[in-house]
């Protein structure tokens, strides 16, 4: 079998199918249960005799059309749930980042290097990434901070603090 990509169309609906019956970790359910309210049926369980189907096939139209009722009536319900265990797993998520960030206390007068953003032209792998040496000025909100070279001229913008590092003669 060659692979050539030029019938991707064709794969594309089983791609989907896939993509919308399998359960997400943060939802604990599946964007086909949300939208629809019930349960995907795999195309070979329709093929194959299966119970629910079976099942809805013998109601009559109007026991049908009630239990599809209840079904639908419940999907807030269900979207409900959804929306509590993402919540539960984005707080889970940000517990689990805060553990990793180290907080950055800076002084005023505090020496600095600053990161080289983009060079002009490749240097090698043995270029200096860090330029300068600066002192803070300002110690602003956030992560920014006021700089200044050593000549004691000011820079007038802040820059974030991810882009220097600490200078230890």
């Not at 079976?54 to 009536?73: G, T």
């Not at 707080?91 to 290097?113: D, H, S, Y």
């Not at 600053?114 to 956030?142: C, M, S």
Request: charge should be positive.
């Amino acid at each position: 079998m060659t692979d050539n990509h030029k019938g991707w169309h064709e794969k594309l609906p089983y791609a989907l199918l896939g993509y919308r019956t399998t359960e997400r970790t943060s939802t604990v359910a599946t964007p086909y249960l949300l939208v629809y309210g019930t349960k995907a049926v795999i195309p070979t369980k329709v093929e194959i005799p299966f119970l629910r189907i079976v099942q809805e096939v013998e109601l009559d139209n109007a026991e049908w059309v009630r239990a599809r009722y209840e079904k639908i009536s419940l999907i807030n319900e269900k979207r409900m749930v959804v929306v509590c265990h993402g919540q539960l797993y984005q707080q889970r998520m940000e517990r689990a980042f805060n553990k990793q960030v180290k907080t950055r206390l800076f002084q005023i007068g505090q020496m600095m290097l600053k990161r080289i953003p983009h060079q002009d032209e490749y240097k090698g792998k043995f270029a200096t990434n860090w330029q300068g040496l600066y002192v803070v000025r300002k110690v602003l909100f956030g992560e920014a901070i006021g700089l200044a070279e050593m000549d004691r001229q000011e820079w007038l913008k802040p820059i974030n603090s991810d882009t220097i590092k600490g200078y230890y003669a």
